[in-house]
């Protein structure tokens, strides 16, 4: 790792020389967070194998897209009334949880991603469950694993964890009609100081944003308090994926920001079911696809982590749904 100069390429990955691309931007604070010298990187994560597709047994009640990948785009509201809807999306919640649990506890050394998922894969139906990622627009896996600088939604393949990983795991199931949905992030052995810096911050940023959630608050709140707290700590806040609301279909209305936009004026209401997933980011917060147009990467290659809980919004505040211990970096 070096301080980047003007010939050399560009920290974005883009192939074009830092004075042709980044240079003029970050000079200007629009791209790098205040204060900090450009690196160089390079990826720690390349892609694998991916290995055929799993098969779900007929008996297990399939979501929407199952067949089609093509998901329900109704822009349909999460806001619950009814108590068996309820009671449902708190049964999909523990369902989720204990999938989740399932696989964090696999997580060391030389496992590959692919053994994850199918560990989740198989503990989703063995509980009644369909793996809600699967097939989800052509998603090919049961789960999402993100290690080090993958944002989001890194699809499992043949790549061995190894020591100083940090690995977010992204579970969703779909149950009972309903979808429950929580996320982690963990450590591969012994990890630098920096990066458990990264994924405590997150987790107190997932919990910052659960804190302000009741009845009556904008939703504009929750970014508000996540993007200050990744800020206080010189991290930044990624703008390109966002919570969601879910139930009957895995993601809708509304979406959740996890930085602060002024002009959202939308109301958190009694009986939505909703995710707030924030992802930050060690470096800068752009991000780039990879070539199989899923996997997210931070632009700067630094690490990334999050954390995702369903919530649902009670008369005069929240229940976790997806919630039920610490977090494992805290053990
Ligand atoms: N679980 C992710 C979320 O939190 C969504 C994954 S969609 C997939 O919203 F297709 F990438 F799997
Ligand atoms: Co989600
Ligand atoms: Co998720």
């Not at 998603?139 to 690995?167: A, M």
């Not at 707030?276 to 070539?291: D, H, L, S, V």
């Not at 749904?321 to 970096?329: M, V, Y």
């Amino acid at each position: 790792m070096k301080v980047i100069g003007r010939n050399d390429p560009c920290w974005c990955n883009s192939g074009k020389k830092y004075k042709k691309c980044h240079l003029q931007s970050d000079a200007k604070g629009e791209t790098a967070p205040s204060g900090r010298a450009k690196t160089v990187r390079k990826p720690t994560v390349l892609s694998a194998a991916v290995s055929p597709t799993l098969v779900v047994p007929k008996e297990i009640g399939r979501p929407e897209y199952a067949m089609s990948g093509k998901p329900t785009d109704k822009k349909i509201s999460c806001k619950k009334t009814d108590s068996d809807q309820i009671e449902r999306m708190r049964y999909a919640g523990k369902v989720a949880r204990d999938v989740l649990d399932t696989v964090l506890a696999r997580v060391k050394e030389g496992i590959t991603t692919d053994e994850l998922d199918k560990i989740a894969h198989a503990r989703t139906l063995k509980l009644g469950g369909y793996p809600s990622t699967l097939n989800y627009m052509g998603f090919p896996k049961s789960i999402c694993t993100s290690v080090n600088e993958v944002v989001v939604h890194g699809i499992p393949d043949g790549r061995s964890l190894v020591n100083g990983d940090v690995i977010n795991c992204d579970v969703t199931v779909y149950v009972d009609g309903m979808h429950g949905d929580c996320s982690e992030t963990v450590f591969v052995g012994e990890v630098d100081e920096a990066s458990k810096k990264l994924v405590r911050v997150t987790w107190e940023c997932l919990l910052k944003g659960i804190d302000v959630v009741k009845p009556g608050v904008f939703f504009n709140r929750i970014g508000k308090v996540i993007e200050a707290h990744a800020k206080d700590n010189g991290f930044s806040v990624v703008r390109e994926f966002t919570g969601h609301g879910l139930g009957q279909y895995f993601h809708m209305a509304p979406y959740i920001a996890h930085f602060y936009e002024a002009g959202n004026k939308q109301v958190i209401e009694e009986g939505m079911t909703f995710t707030i997933e924030p992802m930050i980011n060690a470096g800068g917060a752009e991000c780039r696809f990879w070539k199989d147009k899923w996997t997210a990467v931070t632009a700067d290659l630094s690490k990334s982590a999050q954390f995702e809980h369903t919530l649902l919004v009670t008369a005069t505040g929240v229940e976790i749904l997806t919630g039920g211990r610490e977090p494992f970096f805290l053990k």
